[in-house]
């Protein structure tokens, strides 16, 4: 992608970053594309535009539908430490796993397309609750718009993971095929890219760049100026793994979603063993190699114990519990943070006070050199850590 757009197209980019609704976003977006010239260099950034209208497009064209009264509403409120998405074919048994893991009361039944609006439950794991949401089905075509496919891969896009639901006795891998193709035409990818770039917009303290990986053939000062390009002067930019000045302008268009999963190869009691592994192999191959699959059977309860654990490690949460100065005990609910995340995220989530006049932390737990460790800002925190936060005055 280029990095160097006239001065006029990058002031488009800022009213198209402006726009708060669909509709505005697209108009600014048509405007932007206007002033974008056309060459081999451009070539990558308009056709990314160009999806992200035609997604819009859809989106409008759905909102329209829903104002006129027809269909259930789909989006799901996020609760608990993750929310993540059950999204499988119809009968590949999305609503037994869900009964089996929470305390969700759901239509389980062969019937297909049983399921019509998402069914959610929460399932508890250690001091935590995961939000279990049910998709209603996928199918081949959910993503060019056709019944409740694209309301289905809209969960999956708001969702913190998903889990893909395959039913081992009917073609998994044909099921694999077709929930993979409907996800990547919704440009919902499941393989982690090799660095990840996230920016999050502040109203004031300029830009702040937190590199954690390595970013190739450029400095933090280069990523300032490009984001200052598109008019942006407030920001926390974080850079994960191997990450290039080109992703992280791709970063500010926000065209492609990365989304970790599982799979859960389901129904494996009607399979033999033999059978499974050989799926499994296959599964491998097409999904990569860091999505987790565990072959599960809802109806025996059979590997259902391990999934907390796997959820809790595919999110990439942490938990911290915040302790007040002068108190022996923290507080029994943790705070839940993105692995990652520093003594100053804490503060935020605690109190604008502590956030801005922020002093010190002391920690204890798996992150502290010893108990009670006095720390900066910039200390980055492990799952199960103990933080205290001081502040001035
Ligand atoms: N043998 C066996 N049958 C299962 C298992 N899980 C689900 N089923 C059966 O498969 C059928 C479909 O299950 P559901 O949970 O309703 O499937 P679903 O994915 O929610 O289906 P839709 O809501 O239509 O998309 C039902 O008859 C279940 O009893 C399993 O682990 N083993
Ligand atoms: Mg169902």
Do not use: C
């Not at 007040?324 to 609910?333: K, N, T």
Request: aromatic residues 6%; without cysteine; hydrophobic residues 40%.
């Amino acid at each position: 992608m280029v990095t160097n757009l006239p001065a006029e197209a990058k002031a488009k980019w800022i009213k198209v970053m402006e726009a708060k609704t669909p509709q505005e976003r697209l108009k600014a977006l048509e405007e932007f594309l206007s002033a974008v010239p056309k060459h081999k260099g451009t070539e990558k950034l308009i056709g990314q535009v160009r999806r992200q209208m035609a997604i819009l497009r859809r989106e409008i064209e759905e909102q329209r539908r829903r104002r006129s009264g027809k269909g259930p509403k789909f989006f799901v409120e996020k609760e608990g430490a993750a929310q993540i998405v059950l999204l499988g074919l119809s009968n590949s048994g999305k609503s037994a796993l869900l009964t089996k893991l929470t305390n969700a009361k759901v239509l389980i039944s062969p019937v297909p397309y049983s399921t019509q609006k998402p069914a959610v439950g929460m399932m508890p794991f250690e001091d935590i609750k995961f939000q279990l949401v049910e998709a209603p089905a996928i199918f081949e075509g959910a993503s060019r718009g056709e019944g409740w496919g694209l309301k289905s891969l809209g969960l999956a896009r708001n969702a913190d993971a998903i889990a893909i639901v395959l039913d081992a006795s009917n073609n998994p891998i044909g099921q694999l095929k077709t929930i993979l193709k409907e996800l990547n035409e919704a440009k919902i990818f499941i393989r982690k890219p090799k660095g990840k770039v996230d920016i999050q917009r502040k109203s004031s303290g300029g830009i702040q760049v937190i590199i954690s990986g390595k970013l190739v053939n450029a400095t933090a000062k280069d990523v300032e100026k490009l984001l200052r390009d598109y008019g942006i002067y407030h920001a926390l930019v974080r850079i994960f793994g191997e990450v290039t000045l080109d992703d992280v302008e791709s970063a500010i268009f926000e065209s492609t979603t990365y989304k970790p999963a599982i799979v859960l190869l389901n129904k494996v009691d009607l399979v033999d063993r033999e059978e499974v592994n050989k799926i499994v192999a296959k599964i491998k191959a097409l999904a990569g190699e860091e999505v987790p699959i565990i072959p599960v059977s809802a109806k025996n309860s059979l590997g259902l114990k391990e999934l907390g654990k796997i959820f809790f490690k595919i999110t990439e949460i942490i938990r911290v519990y915040t302790k007040q100065p002068g108190e022996d005990e923290p507080s029994p609910q943790p705070l839940i943070l993105k692995k990652g995340s520093t003594v100053l995220d804490v503060a935020e989530r605690v109190h604008s006070r502590l956030y801005k006049n922020f002093k010190y932390a002391k920690i204890w737990g798996p992150s502290a050199k010893y108990p009670g460790e006095r720390v900066g800002k910039n200390h980055v925190l492990m799952d199960g850590d103990i933080v205290e936060i001081h502040a001035k005055g």
